[in-house]
């Protein structure tokens, strides 16, 4: 289920299964996704309601939220792009480029959604014309071998994404222009990247199942958050979410 915690105790919601997924939205509600679901916690009226009509199909773990500018709720079901209008009612489907599938979604800081898929593109929503449009990061031959798009994490500048081989990618949406700045695979460290973050600073948080590394893009030295902050203790701990 899902606990909420309002400065003197926590509250439970639902029932005791597994949640894939949580967001708040624009206007306080609470939403989460399990495998029997999506469901809305209205805070204001204490209610919950299911939305288990609007979205057809069978619920995963890949069931993945997030809350839009408008307060509307993405989210990826069975490798299909949806978007729920609650105050309508209603959800409708987008298609990502040619027989592309959505791997994650991420809302940029221009309050839209931006999702990675299979075909090596970030697809950036155009609200004016209501559609995805691609922005190509990996190279042809890197998606002929199996690399995909998975996290993405926004700084003012553009975005940090990470990859199937472990590896992130820094995008310079200023310039056009991007660069690796993490190889989970390099120095011998064998780490699969989890999450990816970036701080108000511009630092570059990653979690992988090795510890959590921290850096400047611009900077030679990568630290693990046990090296810089020891009492964290993170040095080998497995970091899943951020």
Known sequence: GVCRYD?????LFGNNEMIASICNDKHGRIWYSSFSGLYCVDLASNTIKDFQNL???HYSA???LVSDYEGGIWMIVNRTLTRLDFQKGIACSYALGSHASPNR??????GWPYVTADDGCVYIYDREEDIFL??????EEEIKAGKELEYLAFSPEGFAISTTDNDVILYNSENGTSKLVFGGNEDGRDAQVRCVEIDADGCILVGTDKGLYSFFPDGKKQLTVHDSIDFYSLSNDNVICM
């Open 7 to 11: 400065g003197q105790g926590f509250k």
């Open 62 to 64: 890949s069931f993945v």
């Open 105 to 110: 979604i991420c809302c940029g800081t221009d």
């Open 134 to 139: 691609p922005l190509r990061i990996l190279a």
């Open 55 to 57: 979205i057809p199909g």
